[in-house]
């Protein structure tokens, strides 16, 4: 089993940052990749970022391309998502997912049935 576990969310003023944490526990070893879905009200849950565990390669939407990015720490188990110019459309409940499969396009990793794990949410509010 995995959990993950999100944090960082906040109110924030538009054109201001904000850096969300995901801190992973339990299989580890099993992440391929770890990404960053967002979910505003009545909307469906969007693809934001993600990050290949082993490698490094990242992987945005062009909604948030330039703007955010995504990190991680091997040894603390944790991916960061760096939220920088932030609009009033990029509020949203930010939920960080992984899954024990690989998968190797951008396209398969922005589908949210393919992620086993999840994390509960942070709230992220960007004022006008």
């Known amino acids: 089993q995995v959990q993950l576990v999100e944090s960082g969310g906040g109110l924030v003023q538009s054109g201001g940052s904000l850096t969300l944490s995901c801190a992973a526990s339990?299989?580890?070893?099993?992440?391929?990749?770890v990404s960053w879905f967002r979910q505003a009200p009545g909307k469906e849950r969007e693809f934001v970022a993600a990050?290949?565990?082993?490698?490094?390669?990242?992987y945005y939407a062009d909604s948030v391309k330039g703007r955010f990015a995504i990190s991680r720490d091997n040894d603390k188990n944790t991916v960061y998502l760096q939220m920088n110019s932030l609009k009033p459309e990029d509020t949203a409940v930010y939920y960080c997912?992984?899954?024990?499969?690989?998968?190797?396009?951008?396209?398969?990793?922005?589908?949210?049935?393919?992620?086993?794990?999840w994390g509960q949410g942070t709230q992220v509010t960007v004022s006008s």
């Open positions: 997912a992984t899954a024990n499969i690989i998968m190797r396009s951008m396209s398969l990793m922005a589908e949210p049935q393919r992620y086993a794990y």
């Open positions: 990050i290949r565990w082993s490698g490094g390669s990242t």
């Open positions: 339990g299989r580890t070893f099993s992440f391929y990749t």
